[in-house]
């Protein structure tokens, strides 16, 4: 199938501890991205990679680190988890940085920090 | 920045028509997105208007009217399965990143 695949779909975990989120996509898209999605349900731009290049951070901790190996894929790790980073945080592709035909997002990933 | 405004929650019959709006002030717009998201689950593309207009696809179609900041996804035919959130995005300022709206949460009813 082709698609944007993160895992995993559930992390609960401790303030404190550093933990890693996975995105892969095998739709040969160019550009990729993490979005934040808190409890009131907005959706916001955290970074954007076009062909494993950082091309948007926008006012993110710098206890959040993503890594792009190759353009298909873009992991995000953070450092030191806060209650506050509780959210849904979902990995998006688009074909190019236009993003004229819209994004591709993956199924989420529910972070608890407890 | 961007303000984007969109009613929180509808409600709707099946197989009848709804209109979802969504109002923005911004400067130097370019392009405004719906997508749509079901509960736990992840939001799909549906459209994307640059140019005033309609853009019909299916049973659903969108509208731009730029310059009185105004957009509209328009959904006919309902179905339960359309029951969902749907999320206004705008684009703008030179920036090919858009700002999402807090969404629309429709609730079809049989």
């Known amino acids: 199938d082709t698609a944007v695949s993160q895992t995993p779909k559930y992390l609960v975990t401790q303030m404190g501890n550093d933990k890693s989120i996975k995105c892969e996509q095998n739709?040969?898209?160019?550009?990729m991205y993490w979005y934040k999605q808190d409890s009131k349900k907005f959706l916001k731009i955290m970074f954007s990679y076009n062909n494993k290049e950082l091309i948007i951070n926008e006012t993110v901790p710098n206890r959040f680190s993503p890594k792009s190996p190759d353009k298909a894929h873009l992991n995000l790790h953070i450092n030191s988890l806060e209650l506050g980073d509780s959210a849904v945080y979902f990995c998006?592709?688009?074909?190019?940085?236009?993003?004229?035909?819209?994004?591709?997002f993956g199924s989420g990933t529910r972070l608890t920090v407890v | 920045g961007q303000n984007i405004d969109q009613p929180t929650e509808m409600t709707a019959t099946e197989g009848a028509i709804v209109q979802i709006n969504c109002t923005y002030q911004?400067?130097?717009?370019?392009?405004l997105f719906w997508y749509q998201q079901h509960a736990g689950e992840a939001p799909t593309f549906l459209s994307y208007n640059v140019l005033d207009g309609l853009e019909e696809k299916g049973r659903f179609s969108s509208f731009l009217s730029r310059s009185k900041g105004y957009s509209y996804l328009l959904l006919k035919e309902l179905q339960m399965k359309d029951s969902a959130s749907y999320l206004c995005?705008?684009?703008?300022?030179?920036?090919?990143?858009?700002?999402f709206g807090r969404g629309t949460s429709l609730i079809v009813h049989p």
């Open positions: 911004t400067s130097g717009f370019n392009g």
């Open positions: 995005a705008v684009r703008a300022g030179g920036s090919y990143i858009p700002t």
């Open positions: 739709l040969g898209h160019d550009t």
């Open positions: 998006a592709s688009s074909q190019d940085g236009t993003a004229n035909y819209g994004y591709t």
